[in-house]
């Protein structure tokens, strides 16, 4: 077995640099496939990042993805010297990325951002082992894109390299999407979110760029696409952090909510701060809310009129004003119930989830706590919007929402990527932990039925603003 492997890595390594002078000229004859997958990789990685490529080959990608610190790792020599050549202000090694030792080099620039190996795994004898030794490499943080090509495609692939349309090659290791997340889960990575993309790698007069954007994303259809993009990160460790957390209560017309939900609140953690941010109220809210501030002074109970319209802008007020290290979103009406928050504390801080969702779409629901309409757009939605997003999500709008302040603020600082675009608040934030490529984790919580006021959600008005953001969606993370 040991004769076999190293005939195979010397054939690997042999055809390698025997098509290193002739790498530029392949990826010409296929610009459009390369420049396909650089985007996409664009979209998963912002400017400016720490950036190690296993397997860089002549250091088209990391240069197109514009690092602020880019290493790029190859074992063939020639397709280094070309490298380094075309991109002197990158930094490319020679290395057998299953080398023990071959990482020690990397010592000095260690943590990295991201982590990319674009086909790598296809050619290694053992991908489980280079999985262990990448946490060396990696915080918490980190985030390990993996590209690889569909079994579905091999036929094709073949046939394309026999009539001199295709890089020549050796022998794949075919790896499946389950393949892959099974290697992640035996050498301690969490699988994060997983894309297909270029159901047409050719641009044929720009019809590669139509079937690519607005059919290839279609459910079904995107089985059949070439290139498979997966996300994953270092899996959490057992450590449980307290950190102080604020919770942001947007209120509007919920004068007999504000005391209740400091009452049954618990304080799960020693630093715990109440914002209300009141949006314009007829009933007296805004005034109970001060008088709720000095009713409680064991509590650090802060109150603001919100500046503009709208929950999503009441929501940023609350965020900005919050000073704890965890921002969590409880609707002032209560159908979450404020007892359940102490799940979500724990979600974050013990590393499950860096986005933690509530969903009402699990439990049975109290009698009233949702229309008959509400509950089945609710479920269409939950299924569209999973897909949308490659990950999880049941109930977009669920109200209670529990991420860090440090990944807010990645999501305000790329917010012109969606511009601003949501009255609701929720939307914002999910697209935003999408685009930050975030670990989701849903917490079911059984919904109640109103004890006060009247719903705020209109179910035709609103239902519509959910389709619109249907489309925008797709157009925003799917079809660019």
Request: aromatic share 12%; with cysteine.
């Amino acid at each position: 077995m040991r004769h076999i492997s190293k005939q195979r890595k010397e054939s690997i390594y042999n055809n390698a640099d025997a098509i290193a002078h002739e790498r530029e000229n392949w990826m010409n004859r296929n610009r459009f496939y390369h420049q396909s997958n650089l985007d996409y990789l664009r979209f998963l990685i912002p400017e400016g990042k720490r950036i190690l490529v296993l397997g860089s080959s002549t250091g088209f990608i990391l240069a197109g993805l514009r690092p602020s610190l880019g290493i790029g790792m190859d074992f063939s020599e020639r397709k280094v010297a070309i490298a380094r050549e075309k991109y002197p202000h990158l930094i490319f090694q020679v290395g057998d990325v299953e080398d023990g030792d071959v990482f020690d080099t990397l010592q000095q620039y260690i943590p990295f951002d991201f982590i990319l190996l674009p086909n790598t795994l296809a050619y290694l004898e053992d991908c489980q082992s280079l999985l262990e030794k990448l946490h060396f490499l990696c915080t918490e943080e980190t985030r390990i894109i993996f590209i690889y090509l569909s079994w579905f495609w091999e036929p094709l692939l073949k046939f394309g390299q026999k009539i001199g349309m295709h890089t020549p090659r050796c022998e794949m290791n075919m790896l499946s999407q389950n393949d892959i997340q099974s290697f992640l889960h035996l050498s301690g990575f969490d699988p994060v979110k997983h894309e297909k993309r270029q159901l047409l790698p050719l641009s044929l007069f720009g019809l590669g760029t139509i079937v690519n954007r607005f059919l290839a994303p279609l459910p079904g259809v995107n089985r059949l696409c070439l290139c498979n993009y997966l996300v994953a990160r270092p899996a959490p460790g057992l450590t449980n952090r307290s950190d102080s957390t604020s919770i942001i209560i947007p209120c509007r017309n919920e004068k007999y909510n504000i005391e209740p939900a400091i009452q049954r609140t618990p304080r799960f953690c020693k630093e715990l701060e109440f914002i209300f941010v009141e949006g314009g109220s007829s009933d007296g809210t805004y005034e109970e809310c001060l008088r709720v501030q000095n009713a409680y002074p064991d509590c650090l109970i802060k109150v603001f009129k919100q500046p503009g319209i709208g929950k999503g802008d009441a929501v940023r007020k609350g965020f900005a004003e919050a000073k704890g290290n965890i921002f969590m979103i409880l609707d002032a009406d209560l159908t979450v119930p404020p007892e359940e928050l102490p799940k979500f504390h724990h979600a974050l801080t013990s590393g499950q989830g860096e986005f933690i969702n509530g969903t009402r779409m699990v439990y049975p629901m109290e009698k009233q706590a949702m229309r008959f309409l509400n509950y089945w757009a609710n479920q269409l939605f939950s299924w569209l919007f999973s897909w949308l997003l490659n990950q999880r999500f049941t109930d977009t709008l669920c109200g209670t929402k529990v991420l860090s302040r440090k990944h807010y603020q990645l999501i305000a600082q790329d917010r012109h990527y969606f511009g601003n675009f949501d009255p609701f608040g929720d939307f914002d934030l999910i697209f935003g932990a999408t685009k930050q490529n975030l670990k989701v984790v849903e917490i079911p919580i059984r919904y109640c039925a109103r004890r006060y006021g009247e719903t705020q959600i209109s179910r035709f008005s609103h239902g519509f603003l959910l389709m619109r953001m249907v489309l925008f969606a797709f157009r925003k993370l799917k079809a660019f």
